[in-house]
């Protein structure tokens, strides 16, 4: 910058006196540089989340506009990580390979036979429900030889115990679980035909927890000071 600084005449020049000086003088002052404060651009939109689901991640940045000098406030973060996609993943059911065919409900004439398959993993926030566990199939259809009337070839059906009970197949939400039983004595002739060989329960009827899910962030806005710290939100 530059000051001034005046004097006055006390006693004017006569005769051949010396003439007056100059009256005012200039001079430099505060010349070492000014503060210059750090200026940052705005934020940038979010960047993509590292996750889909179960807790990921993302960035957003911003640059230096004005690089500051002489003094002046410093830069903060040009960057700012916050959590995203927080709600748990889908889990999909996953089942066994197939089991053997069991035996056949009848000797001749026409039966069935049963094979299963077992939950491995249940489903779970949504995710895909199992394929079926159990299939059945004809078998023995060729004709039975004529029975005797008095009965002597006949024979009842007769079954192992119940298996335990299945894996559920759903974690929560009301799923369903199955237990099932093998031939052990096929019918032959007019003897009693075998019961069901597979029973269904219903399991885990609790609620699904629900997640909170919530939106992206919004832009920030005005601060609510121009220097000095302001905040905004």
């Given at each position: 910058?530059?000051?001034?600084?005046?004097?006055?005449?006390?006693?004017?020049?006569?005769?051949?006196?010396?003439?007056?000086?100059?009256?005012?003088?200039?001079?430099?002052?505060?010349?070492?540089?000014?503060?210059?404060?750090?200026?940052?651009?705005?934020?940038?939109?979010?960047?993509?989340?590292?996750?889909?689901?179960?807790?990921?991640?993302?960035?957003?940045?911003?640059?230096?506009?004005?690089?500051?000098?002489?003094?002046?406030?410093?830069?903060?973060?040009?960057?700012?990580?916050?959590?995203?996609?927080?709600?748990?993943?889908?889990?999909?059911?996953?089942?066994?390979?197939?089991?053997?065919?069991?035996?056949?409900?009848?000797?001749?004439?026409?039966?069935t036979q049963l094979?299963?398959?077992?939950?491995?993993?249940?489903?779970?926030?949504g995710g895909s429900?199992?394929?079926?566990?159990?299939?059945?199939?004809?078998?023995?259809?060729?004709?039975?030889?004529?029975?005797?009337?008095?009965?002597?070839?006949?024979?009842?059906?007769?079954?192992?115990?119940?298996?335990?009970?299945?894996?559920?197949?759903?974690?929560?939400?009301?799923?369903?679980?199955?237990?099932?039983?093998?031939?052990?004595?096929?019918?032959?002739?007019?003897?009693?035909?075998?019961?069901?060989?597979?029973?269904?329960?219903?399991?885990?009827?609790?609620?699904?927890?629900?997640?909170?899910?919530?939106?992206?962030?919004?832009?920030?806005?005005?601060?609510?000071?121009?220097?000095g710290g302001g905040?905004?939100?």
């Amino acid at each position: 910058g530059d000051h001034v600084r005046s004097r006055t005449v006390v006693v004017q020049q006569e005769c051949n006196g010396a003439a007056c000086p100059p009256m005012g003088e200039h001079s430099a002052c505060n010349t070492h540089c000014c503060p210059s404060n750090c200026q940052l651009s705005g934020w940038s939109p979010w960047g993509e989340c590292t996750a889909s689901c179960d807790g990921g991640s993302h960035t957003h940045t911003r640059s230096i506009v004005v690089q500051p000098g002489c003094g002046g406030l410093a830069c903060t973060a040009l960057s700012e990580t916050a959590s995203c996609n927080d709600a748990p993943c889908p889990l999909d059911c996953e089942v066994s390979s197939w089991l053997d065919w069991q035996g056949c409900t009848a000797a001749c004439g026409g039966g069935t036979q049963l094979r299963v398959r077992h939950v491995t993993a249940a489903t779970n926030n949504g995710g895909s429900s199992c394929p079926a566990l159990y299939e059945e199939r004809s078998c023995n259809a060729e004709t039975c030889p004529e029975c005797p009337a008095d009965g002597s070839l006949d024979q009842d059906c007769t079954l192992l115990p119940w298996s335990d009970w299945d894996q559920c197949d759903m974690v929560c939400g009301s799923g369903e679980r199955l237990r099932y039983r093998t031939v052990e004595t096929p019918k032959r002739c007019s003897g009693a035909p075998c019961a069901p060989l597979v029973e269904t329960g219903v399991c885990n009827t609790e609620p699904c927890a629900v997640h909170c899910q919530v939106s992206a962030w919004s832009a920030w806005s005005t601060c609510s000071s121009t220097c000095g710290g302001g905040t905004h939100e």
